[in-house]
């Protein structure tokens, strides 16, 4: 069915992510979404990023995220030749994130990765995140909901699909208790 979107996750029950066995299923989606960590790149997400018209690989800006983020664009490059956006999650003004944006920016040019998109560190996200909902139910004016939408908006024109219009509507601004 046109306009589906398929969760994929290899990782199935690593602890870290929920059990992924009940996602929905759609054949032949518009959107499929990989949710793997980098060091879990096994031959059915080979074939799935073979085919993608995007791969987006989050990373936290710490210096402790530098190999297995290596690891896992030398993977998807190897791999298919698709745009590849690079989502930096939790940056900061302090100096882990500066020291590993330079160092990205400097990575960047030597693997030539045109897309670099940054998300801020945010209390909105982890209520987000602690109440299931968009960031945008939160509060869609912060700087963090503003870089979400802005790297949705970026990967959906790579995908060649349409950039969502977003509707002005209230925000919940909820606060976790």
Not at 62 to 76: D, H, I, K, P
Not at 119 to 131: C, D, H, L, M
Request: with cysteine; proline share 5%; glycine share 4%.
């Amino acid at each position: 069915m046109p306009g589906d979107i398929q969760c994929l996750s290899p990782a199935k029950n690593d602890g870290q992510y929920k059990n992924r066995n009940n996602d929905k299923k759609a054949d032949n989606p518009e959107v499929a979404v990989i949710d793997t960590p980098g060091r879990i790149m096994d031959d059915r997400t080979v074939e799935t990023v073979q085919c993608e018209d995007v791969v987006v690989i989050p990373v936290r800006p710490t210096g402790g995220n530098l190999e297995s983020f290596t690891r896992t664009v030398s993977l998807v490059k190897e791999n298919t030749n698709c745009p590849i956006v690079i989502a930096v999650n939790g940056t900061n003004r302090f100096t882990a994130s500066v020291s590993f944006m330079e160092w990205l920016q400097k990575y960047r040019q030597k693997e030539t990765i045109d897309t670099v998109l940054t998300i801020p560190q945010s209390e909105a996200i982890v209520q987000a995140e602690n109440y299931s909902c968009s960031i945008n139910d939160i509060n869609r004016h912060s700087t963090a909901a503003q870089a979400v939408n802005m790297m949705c908006d970026k990967i959906s024109e790579l995908a060649g699909l349409p950039v969502e219009k977003r509707e002005a509507k209230k925000s919940k601004k909820l606060i976790a208790k």
